[in-house]
């Protein structure tokens, strides 16, 4: 069984600010883990994921995350905020098995602060 | 823009009927994927088909259907339906099923059942 526990559905942060969006996982195999973003009226776009290799993962438009075994977490961070972070961030999970056993977090909104 | 598109953008339909979401994966796709997203639920997966096959089964109803045609466009079906259908389906599409694989979101069809 796998599992993701997102902190905080809401996250409010001041423009230039650091970006921290909590994720721990549970899995009992080793997992595939992703951060997806979802601006309103769109579907989801990656932003990076970690696939066993670099423990420090860099995706898209500043953010990365960092897997932490000993932790089980894969926190999102990006070292300033802009107005256009503004979004719903989803943390996922799945194994190796593939994507259809993909776990979905329920979501974190971060509202940007000018 | 994903590439994937899906029709309709919004659908209201009564309880008790039957409709028909139809997913366009990017060219070269050969999987495609369906999710429900709820404010109840969350964000959940549905099914997964492969090259016309289908692949696995997530939390999906037995009132719900979905193929994949030989052009790998898809549709899922939705019959007798009850208020709480009422959700965002989302179609993704990659080019195979490893989760090395990145997923691409279509921009979700709005099902509104009163």
């Known amino acids: 069984a796998q599992s993701v526990t997102q902190l905080g559905s809401h996250v409010s942060v001041s423009e230039g600010a650091l970006v921290l969006l909590r994720c721990n996982y549970s899995?009992?195999?080793?997992?595939?883990l992703f951060w997806y973003v979802q601006y309103p009226n769109q579907g989801l776009q990656l932003l990076l994921k970690?696939?066993?290799?670099?423990?420090l993962v860099k995706g898209i438009n500043g953010f990365e995350a960092e897997f932490k075994k000993s932790e089980t977490s894969f926190h999102l961070t990006k070292p300033s905020a802009h107005m256009s972070d503004a979004a719903e961030y989803f943390c996922?999970?799945?194994?190796?098995?593939?994507?259809?056993?993909?776990?979905f977090g329920t979501g974190t909104k971060l509202q940007v602060i000018p | 823009d994903s590439g994937v598109t899906q029709t309709p953008k919004h659908l209201i339909t009564a309880t008790g009927q039957r409709v028909t979401l139809r997913c366009s994966p990017r060219?070269?796709?050969?999987?495609v994927y369906w999710y429900q997203q709820s404010l109840d639920q969350g964000l959940q997966f549905l099914i997964q088909?492969?090259?016309?096959?289908?692949?696995a089964k997530g939390n999906i109803l037995e009132r719900f259907s979905a193929q994949q045609f030989p052009d790998l466009h898809s549709e899922l079906n939705l019959s007798s339906l009850e208020l709480g259908d009422s959700a965002l389906y989302f179609c993704?599409?990659?080019?195979?099923?490893?989760?090395?694989?990145?997923?691409?979101f279509g921009p979700g069809t709005r099902l509104t059942v009163t």
């Open positions: 993704a599409s990659s080019v195979r099923t490893e989760p090395t694989y990145e997923q691409y």
């Open positions: 970690y696939t066993s290799a670099a423990t």
């Open positions: 899995s009992s195999v080793p997992p595939y």
């Open positions: 060219s070269g796709d050969l999987s």
């Open positions: 088909y492969y090259n016309g096959e289908e692949r």
């Open positions: 996922a999970v799945t194994s190796q098995g593939g994507y259809q056993k993909v776990t």
